[in-house]
T-cell receptor, first 116, second 112 residues
Framework: GQQLNQSPQSMFIQEGEDVSMNCTSS?????WLWYKQDPGEGPVLLIA?????ELTSNGRLTAQFGITRKDSFLNISASIPSDVGIYFC????????????????FGQGTILTVHP | NAGVTQTPKFQVLKTGQSMTLQCAQD?????MYWYRQDPGMGLRLIYY???????DKGEVPNGYNVSRLNKREFSLRLESAAPSQTSVYFC???????????FGPGTRLTVL
């Protein structure tokens, strides 16, 4: 099936530092989504991207839909302890025919640890 | 609005036992999904329901069945649980016009 390569797998940073993570695919995607999962909880949507080149911010978070439509990145500025968690990218591949019914392909996640 | 709710939150089964995981959403979404999450594997789609009255297999459907009871509810059934089905199960829903899915809090299942 589809694969999304998400990197890095884990990050250990100091409070106040900026963070960058990305997702790449061998196929074209028409939607990119970024989720955060806190321990013991379900994923929560952070940012949704629908157009190639689109740059969207949500507070200290910024995400971009790559112009090749095969990648996306998420930046977190001035990290704080509550940023700890697992960040997932997800997307819907451009379907050659028929409809995808909104089925998402997920990256394997980036585990973020923030030291106070 | 509660969003997506799941019951139970935790469950321990013995091999061969059956159980049904319940999911409900109050956002009037047409599509609903069941995922499993295993360490290092991300989220994998088990089954989905594009609309009320339809269900289809996802990436890892073996050992599971689903029922879209009505627009609000989508249940996942394990007929004969196996240790390989130990996982965290998430339900999600989506409005038709968008690809954004909204997740429930999960059910943590252990099969001994």
């Amino acid at each position: 099936g589809q694969q999304l390569n998400q990197s890095p797998q884990s990050m250990f940073i100091q409070e106040g530092e900026d963070v960058s993570m990305n997702c790449t695919s061998s196929s074209i995607f028409n939607t990119w989504l970024w989720y955060k999962q806190d321990p013991g909880e379900g994923p929560v949507l952070l940012i949704a991207l629908y157009k190639a080149g689109e740059l969207t911010s949500n507070g200290r978070l910024t995400a971009q839909f790559g112009i090749t439509r095969k990648d996306s990145f998420l930046n977190i500025s001035a990290s704080i302890p509550s940023d700890v968690g697992i960040y997932f990218c997800a997307g819907t591949p451009l379907n050659a025919g028929g409809t995808s019914y909104g089925k998402l392909t997920f990256g394997q996640g980036t585990i973020l640890t923030v030291h106070p | 609005n509660a969003g997506v709710t799941q019951t139970p939150k935790f469950q321990v089964l013995k091999t061969g036992q059956s159980m049904t995981l319940q999911c409900a959403q109050d956002m009037n979404h047409n599509s609903m999904y069941w995922y499993r999450q295993d360490p290092g594997m991300g989220l994998r789609l088990i089954y989905y329901s594009a609309s009320e009255g339809t269900t289809d297999k996802g990436e890892v459907p073996n050992g599971y069945n689903v029922s879209r009871l009505n627009k609000r509810e989508f249940s996942l059934r394990l007929e004969s649980a196996a240790p390989s089905q130990t996982s965290v199960y998430f339900c999600a829903s989506r409005a038709s016009a968008y690809n954004e899915q909204f997740f429930g809090p999960g059910t943590r299942l252990t099969v001994l």
